[in-house]
């Protein structure tokens, strides 16, 4: 017999990682996050990411931070 995976037998998948990732960040590692977010922003300047990747990126870390990851 075949068993549905975890993503497969709880639904939609974004809203599995969205419950997740909430349940697990706590206030006290959201400043860890966004040092991780800035560092990671840095190292891809220096590397030469384009501007846009760069703005990408720096909108989804700070929808993660501040709550909007559904938007």
Known sequence: MNHPGLYAA???KRALYLTTLERYIEAGSLP????AI???????SRAGDSRASLRATAVAGVALLCGDAGS
């Open 38 to 44: 800035l560092h990671s922003l840095a190292l891809r």
């Open 10 to 12: 709880s639904g939609d």
């Open 32 to 35: 860890k996050l966004a040092s």
